[in-house]
Structures are given as structure tokens and as C-alpha cells.
């Protein structure tokens, strides 16, 4: 069970830069440099990561309503998807292989993040292929579930639809946040170590390793890791 953002390619100077070009283009007095973005990126979800950065404002600032704040993610995404097709953000090293002998080995396999289904599609079928999505089973993103990470909505609902007990799966994530989430759903996680989160408190998880280029033949068939 894949996270996407930061597991999957090192995607969030790539959310930055589009987060930044939005609040310029709506002529919005923000800019986020790398350590307000480090910070922020404890908040799962872009909407919600600018309503609690404008509600993090002085007092007298500005109304910015959902419509709003819908919009200018609108334009995000949009933005995202652009500067990921110019093929400047691959797969971090290591991910396409295991994904293929993943296949290979008929295990099934699911992508489980709080990010948004264009978000996903953007990355993949750049990295993947158009018909990067026949490689998953189940696809649970932030749009699918009430509550994102670090609550185990979205792990609860892959678990729901691969109809195996969390003890038989792995998650793969980059951050506390998920680490909680799949930890909370019952699934043993593979912490891959990641730009924005790769000194945070990854006590839980059943592996920390910097990125999936040096696993073992038989890394999918011991419980243990």
C-alpha cells in the first residue's frame, strides 16, 4: 500500500512552487518558503493546508471563504499537473522496480494517500504510463475518505476493498502522518525516508531505510521485514 507525496517522488517542491504561483496569480500576499511549507505539510490536505495557514493571520485579515479557497486549489492542481508533465519529477529510486516485481510476483498492490486523484494521475502516467493505474487494485485518495491522515480512514477503506487483514499488508510511507494512520488500521509500515519528513519520529514502524533500492529477495514474504 503505496503514500504518494514524498514516498512515491519527491513531489512537494513541485506542490510548493504550484502553491505559490496560485496565491500570485490571485494576487495574494503570501509566499511560502521552504521551512513555512515544512511546517504546513504537518496539515493533511491542500485545502485545508491554506485555511489553516489564513486562519494562522493576524487578526484582521482578509475573509477568504471555501469558494474561494476551492478556487485557488483548483488552480494548484492545474499548476501541479503542468510542471509534473514537463517530466522534471520522476519516481524516487527504487518505486517502478518494486511496482513491477510487485506484479510480477501476483501480489496485489493499492495506493493509499491524502492526496487528490489528479494529484495521482499527474505523477503516474508521466512516470508510469497511460494505463498506470491497471498496476493497483484499489485507489484510496484524500477525495475518498472524511478524515485524512493521521487518521486511518483512507488505510481502513484500502483494507475494506483488498479484503485482507492489515496484518498481511505493508504500507509504505514517508512520514509520521502516515506512519500513525496505517499503524492505526492494524499494517505493519516501510518507512522510506523523504526530503521534507526524513528527521521526523518514525518509532512504530517495522523498517526505515532511505529508499527501496536495497531490499531483499524476499521483502514481501517476511512479516517481519
Same mark, same amino acid.
Not at 503570501?30 to 487578526?59: C, K, M, Q
Not at 506484479?103 to 498506470?132: E, F, H, M, Q, Y
Not at 480512514?153 to 483488498?162: I, N, P, Q, S
Given at each position: 500500500? @503505496?503514500?504518494?507525496?514524498?514516498?512515491?517522488?519527491?513531489?512537494?517542491?513541485?506542490?510548493?512552487? =504550484? @502553491?505559490?504561483?496560485? @496565491?500570485?496569480?490571485?494576487?495574494? #500576499?503570501?509566499?511560502?518558503?521552504?521551512?513555512?511549507?515544512?511546517?504546513?505539510?504537518?496539515?493533511?490536505?491542500?485545502?485545508?493546508?491554506?485555511? %489553516?495557514?489564513?486562519?494562522?493571520?493576524?487578526?484582521? $485579515? @482578509?475573509?477568504?471563504?471555501?469558494? %474561494?479557497?476551492? &478556487?485557488?486549489?483548483?488552480?494548484?492542481?492545474? $499548476?501541479? *499537473? &503542468?510542471?509534473?508533465?514537463?517530466? +522534471?519529477?520522476?519516481? $524516487?529510486?527504487?518505486?517502478?522496480?518494486?511496482? %513491477?516485481?510487485?506484479?510480477?510476483?501476483?501480489?496485489?498492490?493499492?495506493?493509499?494517500?491524502?492526496?487528490?486523484?489528479?494529484?495521482?494521475?499527474?505523477?503516474?502516467?508521466?512516470?508510469?504510463?497511460?494505463?498506470?493505474?491497471?498496476?493497483?487494485?484499489?485507489?484510496?485518495?484524500?477525495?475518498?475518505? #472524511?478524515?485524512?491522515?493521521?487518521?486511518?480512514?483512507?488505510? %481502513? =477503506? +484500502?483494507?475494506?476493498?483488498?479484503?485482507?487483514?492489515?496484518?498481511?499488508?505493508? *504500507?509504505?510511507?514517508?512520514? $509520521?502522518?502516515?506512519?500513525?494512520?496505517?499503524?492505526? +488500521?492494524? =499494517?505493519?509500515?516501510?518507512?522510506?525516508?523523504?526530503?521534507?519528513?526524513?528527521?521526523?519520529?518514525?518509532?512504530?514502524? +517495522?523498517?526505515?531505510?532511505?529508499?527501496?533500492?536495497?531490499?531483499?529477495?524476499?521483502?514481501?514474504?517476511? #512479516?517481519?521485514?
Amino acid at each position: 500500500m @503505496f503514500d504518494v507525496d514524498g514516498t512515491m517522488a519527491e513531489t512537494e517542491e513541485f506542490h510548493r512552487r =504550484a @502553491f505559490n504561483e496560485a @496565491f500570485s496569480y490571485f494576487d495574494l #500576499p503570501w509566499n511560502w518558503d521552504v521551512a513555512t511549507y515544512g511546517r504546513l505539510l504537518r496539515i493533511a490536505g491542500g485545502r485545508e493546508r491554506i485555511r %489553516h495557514f489564513w486562519e494562522s493571520l493576524p487578526e484582521d $485579515r @482578509f475573509d477568504l471563504s471555501d469558494s %474561494h479557497i476551492n &478556487e485557488l486549489h483548483r488552480f494548484k492542481t492545474r $499548476r501541479y *499537473a &503542468e510542471l509534473v508533465d514537463s517530466g +522534471a519529477c520522476v519516481l $524516487r529510486p527504487g518505486v517502478a522496480d518494486l511496482i %513491477h516485481r510487485a506484479r510480477d510476483g501476483r501480489l496485489r498492490l493499492a495506493i493509499v494517500t491524502t492526496t487528490s486523484r489528479d494529484n495521482i494521475g499527474a505523477l503516474l502516467s508521466r512516470n508510469l504510463g497511460p494505463d498506470w493505474n491497471r498496476n493497483f487494485d484499489v485507489i484510496v485518495s484524500g477525495d475518498d475518505v #472524511p478524515n485524512k491522515k493521521p487518521e486511518p480512514d483512507a488505510y %481502513h =477503506a +484500502a483494507l475494506d476493498a483488498v479484503a485482507l487483514p492489515a496484518a498481511s499488508c505493508l *504500507a509504505i510511507e514517508d512520514s $509520521r502522518n502516515g506512519l500513525v494512520a496505517a499503524t492505526s +488500521a492494524g =499494517a505493519p509500515v516501510l518507512i522510506t525516508r523523504s526530503l521534507y519528513f526524513r528527521d521526523e519520529d518514525f518509532t512504530g514502524a +517495522a523498517s526505515v531505510t532511505d529508499d527501496l533500492t536495497d531490499l531483499p529477495d524476499d521483502f514481501w514474504f517476511d #512479516p517481519d521485514l
